[in-house]
């Protein structure tokens, strides 16, 4: 009968479980490189890792303290960091100088006129920024395009310090659940595009 009674008592607790009310937050659902977002989802390439922003700082750490890049990378951190939004970040195993963040950002309605327009506002942004980093900067691309739930910018640019290279982009998604923001820096000229493209609702 004590048998039979605590069987009963662990099947109600385990059954109960499932009721409980889970945590709500921007991100869900994370395998190792794939991000599910507001119930989109973009896939990043195996080599990709969640990591925390200490991790990421102490893998930096590792790098020759000389390399201009590690400053621009943590400079990054801290950007995306002041913004005050909920952001995650994905950094290659093998490489930590390629890394994307996604983060929560305002609503845009995007149309033709007004995404020249957002393009041509970053580009400066960045420019202004190339040049106070003493670094070389070159407009590669800005595209708008979009899926049947998403309108989509992108400016694509490069950077560049005596022999080091990175090649950006910043895309500024709108969903009819809201707007996320992604910053990819990558050495290997990948930036995901095809991947953002096929953002669809589940």
């Known amino acids: ?21 889970k945590a709500k937050t ?22 990709y890792t969640k990591t925390t ?6 893998r930096l750490d590792s790098l020759n303290d000389e390399l201009k890049f590690k400053k621009l990378a943590l400079a990054e951190l801290e950007r995306v960091q002041s913004k005050k939004v909920d952001f995650e970040l994905f950094v290659d195993d093998t490489n930590v100088e390629n890394y994307v963040f996604i983060y929560t950002r305002d609503f845009v309605q995007f ?6 327009k957002y393009v041509s506002k970053l580009n400066g ?18 595209r708008y395009f979009f899926t049947p739930n998403s309108k989509i910018v992108k400016l694509k640019y ?11 982009a910043e895309y500024i998604v709108s969903l009819k659940t809201g707007g996320i923001g992604l910053h990819v820096s990558n050495v290997d000229n990948v ?12």
């Open 1 to 21: 009968m004590k048998k039979l009674l605590l069987l009963i008592v662990a099947t109600l607790a385990l059954t109960s479980c499932e009721f409980l009310p």
């Open 125 to 142: 942004q960045f420019l202004d920024e190339a040049n106070k980093q003493e670094i070389k900067y070159k407009r590669i691309h800005g």
């Open 53 to 58: 922003p200490e991790e990421f700082t102490q």
């Open 158 to 168: 490069l950077k560049a310090h005596k022999k080091e290279r990175k090649f950006e």
């Open 26 to 47: 921007g991100f869900t659902n994370y395998s190792k490189h794939v991000i599910e977002f507001r119930d989109n989802k973009i896939v990043l390439s195996d080599e």
């Open 111 to 116: 149309d033709e006129h007004s995404a020249a």
């Open 191 to 202: 930036d995901f595009e095809k991947s953002i493209k096929r953002l669809a609702s589940k």
